[in-house]
């Protein structure tokens, strides 16, 4: 059936730091998109990647949606404090739902 | 433009008891997607509704249910209650245009079943 493995599970790193989370999938996305959930919170939606191939970029925060649409991955550069929470990746079969990765944990120690 | 709520927030039953949640998308949004999300099991899709019709289903077993009225609001309902299904239960809402189908989650409803 459809699923999005994620890894790695945890993450920490200190301060400064590059972070990296992937995303793969066994069969090919329609699309994916990108959460992030602070501890306590709820989910909050990212950015979506649609083409295959695409980088799109937040500030620190670099997306890429693989040539084979299947696979992501997102990588925050010099990690800040407020980079800590949850990371999920969440794909799209066009089935009218999402199946969300099992979230990669980051910890940032200052 | 107010967020997704949902209601309650926190919520202690007692086994083979049910319970209804509650869950009012944003304004506009006809698509609400329901989810269980627990420490071991990560994000658990329940089932979606666009338009008060269930779109899809995910493998939860008949206990689980729910329904969308016409002004897109939607409940869920677990009967029976387990040990088992603590757990924050999520809604999100979408505009669902297409490709376009970012969810907007809610705070969650923090069940436990004791």
């Known amino acids: 059936g459809q699923q999005v493995m994620q890894i790695p599970q945890y993450q920490h790193v200190q301060e400064g730091e590059d972070f990296t989370t992937y995303c793969n999938s066994s069969?090919?996305?329609?699309?994916i998109q990108w959460y992030k959930q602070r501890p306590g919170g709820h989910p909050v939606f990212l950015i979506q990647?649609?083409?295959?191939?695409e980088v799109k970029k937040q500030k620190r925060l670099t997306f890429q949606f693989g040539e084979a649409k299947k696979n992501s991955s997102l990588h925050i550069t010099a990690t800040q404090t407020t980079d800590v929470g949850t990371y999920f990746c969440?794909?799209?079969?066009?089935?009218?739902?999402?199946?969300f990765g099992t979230g990669t944990r980051l910890q940032v120690f200052p | 433009k107010a967020g997704v709520t949902q209601t309650p927030r926190y919520l202690i039953k007692t086994r083979g008891q049910q319970v209804t949640l509650s869950c009012s998308p944003i304004?506009?949004?006809?698509?609400v997607s329901w989810y269980q999300q627990t420490p071991g099991q990560g994000l658990q899709f329940l089932f979606e509704?666009?338009?008060?019709?269930?779109?899809n289903k995910g493998n939860f077993p008949g206990r689980f249910s729910g329904r969308q009225f016409s002004n897109s609001r939607s409940e869920m309902n677990v009967s029976t209650l387990e040990l088992g299904d603590s757990a924050l239960y999520l809604c999100?809402?979408?505009?669902?245009?297409?490709?376009?189908?970012?969810?907007?989650f809610g705070p969650g409803t923090r069940l436990t079943v004791t």
């Open positions: 069969t090919t996305l329609s699309n």
């Open positions: 304004s506009g949004h006809r698509s």
């Open positions: 509704y666009f338009s008060e019709t269930q779109r």
């Open positions: 999100a809402s979408s505009l669902w245009t297409g490709t376009l189908n970012e969810q907007y």
């Open positions: 990647l649609v083409k295959s191939g």
């Open positions: 969440a794909g799209d079969y066009n089935t009218d739902k999402l199946i």
